[in-house]
């Protein structure tokens, strides 16, 4: 008489727990360098996002932290945290003998001269992603800066790991609502709501005109200019119409309405690939 012995459980025990860990591998490679061009020492962070490094601004790609307070030439407000970002980031720095790798992307620098990095730190034998750090804080928020899209799963992972352990900015955003930072909901917009946010709210429109690809929510309108057009698939967009979402980017107000111009799929929630 035969004996059967049930071989399927094992393979499919071992397949579900590799398809368990895939999300984790992918986000664990994205955060490692491709090729870490210099190593350098640092002096200091300017903000929670910029670090001087050989009397140069270096700006941190796929980050934003909260903006200071700037009292010279034109006022600037600063933004909840704003201090603690900029002593996290120092903290990190000295926390390594201000060493950094530096790695750069696409693009180098900005209109303000300012050169964009991926900023890397050892911790031993490993070499660890500096912007993964911050992000991890809860003292930053990841940002999208075509063409600068290296890490961008690892960045957004990052953030949203710090969001739901509700540290820091995002421990703000529980208890102190009433800041709309960093989360701003789109029905209560006020003059303060300029900057970097997060804007939620429900979209009530989706249109194109032959400059943009417009989302409209209440009082806030998403644009998406031309040249951003090849990043965007508009069945997806138009798919947003009566549901809420949150697309981050630099608000300004006009006319009354807050307008934020967004330049990646990643900045909007609901078509960021960390949040499927």
């Known amino acids: 008489m035969k004996s059967f012995i049930h071989r399927t459980p094992i393979p499919l025990l071992f397949i579900s727990a590799l398809l368990f860990l895939v999300p984790f591998i992918a986000h664990a490679d994205d955060c490692a360098p491709k090729k870490i061009d210099v190593w350098v020492k640092a002096s200091f962070a300017l903000s929670g996002d910029t670090v001087i490094i050989q009397n140069k601004q270096y700006r941190l790609i796929g980050v934003e932290a909260p903006q200071i307070e700037k009292k010279q030439k034109f006022y ?19 926390n390594h003998n201000l060493n950094v790798g530096v790695e750069y992307d696409q693009k180098r620098s900005d209109e303000f001269y300012r050169t964009y990095v991926h900023l890397y730190v050892k911790e031993g034998d490993k070499i660890v992603n500096l912007q993964k750090l911050v992000l991890e804080s809860g ?12 890490h961008q799963q690892c960045y957004y ?7 739901q352990n509700k540290v820091a900015l995002w421990s703000l955003a529980e208890k102190r609502p009433d800041l709309n930072y960093p989360v701003a909901p789109s029905s209560n917009i006020t003059t303060d709501d300029e ?13 194109k005109s032959s400059n943009n690809y417009i989302l409209n929510m209440d009082t806030t309108g998403i644009r998406i200019r031309e040249a951003d057009w090849d990043r965007f698939n508009y069945d997806d967009l138009e798919e947003l119409e009566g549901k809420v979402i949150e697309a981050r980017g630099f608000g300004f107000l006009f006319q009354g309405a807050m307008f934020v111009k967004i330049h990646s799929p990643y900045a909007i929630d609901r078509l960021n690939p960390v949040n499927r």
């Open 76 to 94: 600037t407000s600063g933004q909840p945290l704003s201090k603690a970002s900029q002593a996290n980031l120092n903290t990190i720095l000295a």
């Open 139 to 150: 003292l930053a928020l990841a940002q999208s800066e075509p063409p600068n899209e290296l």
């Open 157 to 163: 992972q990052a953030e949203k790991d710090a969001r």
């Open 195 to 207: 900057g970097y946010h997060i804007y939620r709210g429900k979209v009530v429109k989706v249109d």
